[in-house]
């Protein structure tokens, strides 16, 4: 039974931990200062500290959030019972994860192995799905407000600073593995596993960057339709950029705009309009 239309009803949280442990986040890089450090510290989740082989630069996030930072991978991977937060360029998290204690908490395989050798309970920050907006989003459908769930676009045309992330510029996997992985991972929530996936990612003949631009159609059967349409290249002016999702169902529908990533990392306000 679909309940009254009350927006500040929806859940926008997650529940806390009953009991936090201590997080050693490994890079100094701009996600950890950017997000991860201003997120825990809103969350009220206790910071151990960091490492990152640029000492310099770890000093510095350290002393900005007033937290240690530990000189070697072996002083960071000592702190018992931590939460090891890899906030580190893809290549190097196996490395970072072999350095780990066992049973404490390359690539995808390779990541898996270790962590299934180790006994390592792992996740990988897919932080989309959690975000407040999204879990409105979720919970207005849970609520039924939208009625069946029939539709969902996402529409990227955005000038996205690929040059932040020295590592992308020469990774072979870029657009789906790094910036659309989470509207899958958000798309999957929603609507569970698609039946199939017809996509084609794509660079850009203005720079090297591997994949910059990616047309998918996810295959939920007969009745959802599900498409992306992605471009990075658009560095046109404001004015006509987008990046925003419209999911409609059969009562009601949702639009999201995406604010973080039209103006990267500084960002606008998001928005969540549901009809
Ligand atoms: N989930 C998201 O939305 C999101 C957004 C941005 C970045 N990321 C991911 O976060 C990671 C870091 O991105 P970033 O933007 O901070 O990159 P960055 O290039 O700004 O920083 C990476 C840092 O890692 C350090 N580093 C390298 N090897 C290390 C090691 N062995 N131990 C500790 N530190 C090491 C580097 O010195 C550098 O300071 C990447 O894997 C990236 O794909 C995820």
């Given at each position: 039974?679909?309940?009254?239309?009350?927006?500040?009803?929806?859940?926008?949280?997650?529940?806390?931990?009953?009991?936090?442990?201590?997080?050693?986040t490994?890079?100094?890089?701009?996600?950890v200062?950017d997000?991860?450090?201003?997120?825990?510290?809103?969350?009220?989740?206790?910071?151990?500290?960091?490492?990152?082989?640029d000492?310099?630069?770890?000093?510095?996030?350290a002393?900005?959030w007033?937290?240690?930072?530990?000189?070697?991978?072996?002083?960071?991977?000592?702190?018992?019972?931590?939460?090891?937060?890899?906030?580190?360029?893809?290549?190097?998290?196996?490395?970072?994860?072999?350095?780990?204690?066992?049973?404490?908490?390359g690539?995808a395989?390779?990541i898996?192995?270790?962590?299934?050798?180790?006994?390592?309970?792992?996740?990988?920050?897919?932080?989309?799905?959690?975000?407040?907006?999204?879990?409105?989003?979720?919970?207005?459908?849970?609520?039924?407000?939208?009625?069946?769930?029939?539709?969902?676009?996402?529409?990227?045309?955005?000038?996205?600073?690929?040059?932040?992330?020295?590592?992308?510029?020469?990774?072979?996997?870029?657009?789906?593995?790094?910036?659309?992985?989470?509207?899958?991972?958000?798309?999957r929530?929603l609507?569970?596993?698609?039946?199939?996936?017809?996509?084609?990612?794509?660079?850009?003949?203005?720079?090297?960057?591997?994949?910059t631009?990616?047309?998918?159609?996810?295959?939920?059967?007969?009745?959802?339709?599900c498409?992306?349409?992605?471009?990075?290249d658009?560095?046109?002016?404001?004015?006509?950029?987008?990046?925003?999702?419209?999911?409609?169902?059969?009562?009601?529908?949702?639009?999201?705009?995406?604010?973080?990533?039209?103006?990267?990392?500084?960002?606008?306000?998001?928005?969540?309009?549901?009809?």
């Amino acid at each position: 039974m679909t309940e009254a239309f009350d927006p500040a009803s929806l859940s926008q949280s997650w529940p806390k931990p009953s009991k936090p442990r201590p997080i050693v986040t490994f890079g100094a890089g701009s996600i950890v200062g950017d997000a991860h450090f201003p997120a825990y510290r809103k969350g009220g989740f206790p910071i151990s500290g960091l490492y990152d082989p640029d000492q310099a630069k770890a000093q510095k996030l350290a002393e900005t959030w007033g937290v240690t930072a530990f000189r070697s991978v072996e002083e960071a991977a000592a702190v018992k019972d931590a939460i090891f937060d890899l906030a580190t360029p893809p290549g190097r998290h196996a490395d970072v994860l072999k350095a780990l204690p066992d049973g404490a908490v390359g690539e995808a395989t390779e990541i898996l192995e270790i962590c299934r050798a180790k006994r390592l309970k792992a996740a990988v920050n897919f932080q989309l799905r959690f975000a407040p907006m999204m879990l409105a989003l979720k919970d207005a459908v849970a609520k039924g407000w939208l009625g069946e769930v029939v539709d969902f676009d996402a529409l990227l045309a955005l000038d996205t600073p690929w040059q932040l992330w020295e590592f992308l510029l020469k990774a072979p996997r870029v657009e789906i593995a790094m910036h659309s992985i989470h509207y899958l991972d958000l798309i999957r929530q929603l609507l569970g596993d698609p039946l199939g996936v017809h996509a084609k990612t794509l660079g850009h003949p203005n720079h090297k960057v591997a994949q910059t631009r990616t047309s998918a159609i996810l295959d939920y059967g007969d009745t959802v339709r599900c498409a992306l349409s992605i471009n990075h290249d658009h560095k046109f002016g404001r004015r006509h950029q987008a990046c925003e999702f419209r999911i409609c169902g059969t009562e009601g529908a949702a639009y999201v705009k995406l604010g973080l990533n039209l103006d990267y990392p500084r960002g606008e306000p998001d928005i969540l309009e549901i009809h």
